[in-house]
């Protein structure tokens, strides 16, 4: 895979490469040496990790691009006008060369890191650097696998996925790409490691036992494994509450979303005054008085509007939705940490897969179900069979703005229908009402990729 972009993260490690002014991204003794050297001692590891929290950071990653692309390919937000940045993804309407190339690139940026640390000198490494470092590889790898890949519950995973990049590949090197089965074998194996070794305590913008558990139950509910998907949800669910983690109160809610998150968001991206993407971040995105780009659909306000007494509905202003506006110590809403995962998604998981494994557990759904519904309205409450429509209508209104409808409807071979008259003109018959059948709903991959490595070429998605 010899291209400008990973090719320059085996090469040298450019952790300080960006502008943040956090301590600990300021100073690294291993910014411009090769990567069999570069990382020496626990000191050089611990920078290099901080290298791929930096690289998360970035907007063209988690710091909004990768949160936002899971909203506007849905029918729940929609791009304010066609000159937008999201409106080529809410509009479907890119193709093998114009494609961006963001979430290939970051994603194989962590990877690379990620080998670097796990190739480094033992006594170099803790088990919860190695633990993050696997976290952090297995979340890039499901990343690029399901954005360029079909839903492994619509083939078993035959399609084509990501590229498993082998830890002791070379800069040069160029393989082709894996199935989507292949890639879910690799992120779970690199995932059932790090649960192992990974320390259980509150760590701020660094991911640990309980957040790398809620993504390997997220992995297990995309691959359709629901007995493992519960079972794991539920130990990250008691993994979290054993460190101090719970749900927001209702109380709470508002206020959770301008401060500091970190009751019930097991890890986020942290963002300050001075290190942040500014309006290109996705709170930037979001808001009104930043680049206004994004906004709620009708869809989803109609959605809402049928109980506005449930605390959620208070994060809606008109079209827009203030779920980021800051981070407790700065109301600047470009300085709004991100959640990546919460405990209240380890609730959703466990219901879900709760009525879906092997042995249906209806009391389960309704107690991790309720949770959610009762802190968004106290007067509400879940009873009698639960059925899978609710608790995918739940997650539209407990996670919106976090990147998950669209992946949801995907994973269960919805159709997605674009009904409201929010949606814009230019939108396409094909764009406002699709399934995962429609060739558009995985991404080409970019055309530098391609161009870079020949063994690849014929492996384009199909349609493209």
């Known amino acids: 895979m010899r291209n400008k972009?990973?090719?320059?993260?085996?090469?040298?490690?450019?952790?300080?490469?960006?502008?943040?002014?956090?301590?600990?991204?300021?100073?690294?003794?291993?910014?411009s040496v090769e990567t069999e050297k570069a990382i020496e001692n626990t000191t050089d590891a611990d920078y290099a990790l901080n290298g791929i929290y930096n690289t998360m950071q970035s907007y063209e990653y988690y710091g909004a691009r990768m949160m936002y692309y899971g909203d506007v390919t849905s029918e729940d937000a929609q791009a304010y006008s066609n000159t937008k940045r999201c409106a080529d993804f809410y509009m479907l309407q890119y193709n093998k060369d114009n494609a961006p190339s963001s979430f290939w690139k970051y994603p194989y940026k962590v990877i690379r890191l990620a080998n670097n640390i796990l190739a480094a000198k033992?006594?170099?490494?803790?088990?919860d650097i190695i633990g993050q470092a696997l976290a952090l590889r297995a979340l890039a790898l499901f990343d690029v696998?399901?954005?360029?890949?079909?839903?492994?519950?619509?083939?078993?995973?035959?399609?084509?996925?990501g590229v498993i990049l082998p830890q002791s590949s070379k800069y040069d090197v160029k393989p082709?790409?894996?199935?989507?089965?292949?890639?879910?074998?690799?992120?779970?194996?690199d995932l059932t490691k790090a649960v192992q070794i990974l320390e259980n305590k509150a760590n701020p913008g660094k991911l640990n036992q309980a957040a790398a558990k809620v993504l390997l139950a997220r992995v297990y509910l995309y691959k359709g494994d629901f007995d493992n998907a519960l079972k794991t949800a539920e130990d990250a669910i008691s993994s979290a509450e054993k460190i101090g983690y719970r749900l927001w109160k209702n109380e709470e809610y508002l206020a959770g979303w301008k401060d500091k998150m970190d009751i019930e968001v097991l890890f986020k991206i942290v963002n300050t005054a001075?290190?942040?993407?500014?309006?290109?971040?996705?709170?930037?995105?979001?808001?009104?008085?930043?680049?206004?780009?994004?906004?709620?659909?009708?869809?989803?306000?109609?959605?809402?509007k049928a109980d506005t007494k449930d605390i959620r509905y208070a994060l809606i202003e008109g079209k827009y939705f203030r779920k980021y506006l800051g981070n407790g110590t700065d109301e600047d809403f470009r300085s709004s940490d991100i959640p990546v995962f919460r405990l209240s998604e380890a609730y959703l998981i466990a219901s879900e897969a709760a009525i879906r494994q092997t042995t249906p557990d209806n009391d389960k759904a309704i107690k991790y179900l309720d949770a959610i519904v009762k802190r968004g309205n106290p007067t509400k409450s879940v009873s009698g069979t639960i059925t899978l429509a609710q608790i995918l209508t739940e997650r539209r209104k407990e996670l919106m703005g976090e990147g998950h409808r669209f992946f949801d409807a995907m994973r269960n071979g919805l159709l997605i229908e674009r009904k409201g008259k929010s949606h814009l003109s230019a939108l396409t018959p094909a764009a406002r009402s699709y399934d995962w059948n429609y060739f558009k709903t995985v991404l080409p991959v970019p055309k530098s990729e391609m161009d870079a490595n020949e063994n690849m070429r014929d492996q384009q998605n199909s349609g493209y």
Not at 122 to 127: I, R
Not at 145 to 151: D, L, N, Q
Not at 176 to 189: D, F, G, H, M, P
């Open 176 to 189: 082709r790409r894996s199935t989507v089965a292949e890639c879910y074998t690799q992120i779970l194996a």
């Open 5 to 31: 972009y990973i090719t320059a993260f085996v090469i040298c490690l450019t952790i300080a490469a960006s502008s943040c002014s956090d301590s600990w991204l300021d100073v690294s003794p291993t910014t």
């Open 274 to 304: 001075t290190d942040n993407a500014g309006n290109e971040s996705l709170g930037g995105l979001y808001h009104d008085k930043g680049y206004k780009d994004i906004i709620l659909s009708d869809d989803y306000l109609t959605l809402m």
């Open 122 to 127: 033992p006594a170099a490494l803790t088990d």
């Open 145 to 161: 696998t399901k954005v360029y890949g079909s839903p492994y519950t619509k083939d078993a995973g035959k399609s084509w996925g």
